[in-house]
T-cell receptor
Framework: GENVGLHLPTLSVQEGDNSIINCAYS??????FIWYKQESGKGPQFIID?????DKRQGQRVTVLLNKTVKHLSLQIAATQPGDSAVYFC??????????FGKGTTLSVSS | GAGVSQSPSNKVTEKGKDVELRCDPI?????LYWYRQSLGQGLEFLIY????????KSGLPSDRFSAERTGGSVSTLTIQRTQQEDSAVYLC?????????????FGSGTRLTVV
């Protein structure tokens, strides 16, 4: 499953599918980007980050892609599991400034 | 401590009253941040502290909001004369530094309800 565009608030996928969550960031001067996962009643939890001198970074089951030309960031989750159900936020900043968060996408994974 | 601790976890207050929200960051983290999250919304930056530098207050929505950080550790966010639109979850985060590659660790937040 994939969400496209500036902001798609929800994404529904089947367990085992790959998920792609997209984010358009606002500041061309931003050079550090992070994806966070937020479960109900909890604070956001770090997933993966990437600096502007990279265009791809992989973690465990997650990959972040950065396209600076169009100011686009994506999070790919492989073999999505019910435990991945949460709200996902992208965030951006420059050194010495606070992270600015996007609006978030709710990922729902059904068994 | 092992994580960022916020208290209280829930606060209900009457319109017009003052409230204080507390944040205990991870020991050794020099940067501390406050964000606000309204129901179903993203995180809105409020203020951040980095070491002994003057705080960045650019996100505070009005002069009813203030924050301090004593001894480079615990921080208190104060909202005076609370309004119903102040109802939200207030999240605190800390990081080793405000520089590059330092992801934030968030607390679980204080849910503020103004009635």
């Amino acid at each position: 499953g994939e969400n496209v565009g500036l902001h798609l608030p929800t994404l529904s996928v089947q367990e085992g599918d790959n998920s792609i969550i997209n984010c358009a960031y606002s500041n061309s001067a931003s050079d550090y980007f992070i994806w966070y996962k937020q479960e109900s009643g909890k604070g956001p939890q770090f997933i993966i980050d990437i600096r502007s001198n990279m265009d791809k970074r992989q973690g465990q089951r997650v990959t972040v892609l950065l396209n600076k030309t169009v100011k686009h960031l994506s999070l790919q989750i492989a073999a999505t599991q019910p435990g991945d159900s949460a709200v996902y936020f992208c965030a951006e900043n420059q050194a010495g400034t606070a992270l600015i968060f996007g609006k978030g996408t709710t990922l729902s994974v059904s068994s | 401590g092992a994580g960022v601790s916020q208290s209280p976890s829930n606060k209900v207050t009457e319109k017009g009253k003052d409230v204080e929200l507390r944040c205990d960051p991870i020991s050794g983290h020099t940067a501390l941040y406050w964000y606000r999250q309204s129901l179903g919304q993203g995180l809105e930056f409020l203020i951040y502290f980095q070491g002994n530098s003057a705080p960045d207050k650019s996100g505070l929505p009005s002069d009813r909001f203030s924050a301090e950080r004593t001894g480079g550790s615990v921080s208190t966010l104060t909202i005076q004369r609370t309004q119903q639109e102040d109802s939200a979850v207030y999240l605190c985060a800390s990081s080793l530094s405000a520089g590059y590659n330092y992801g934030y660790t968030f607390g679980s937040g204080t849910r503020l309800t103004v009635v």
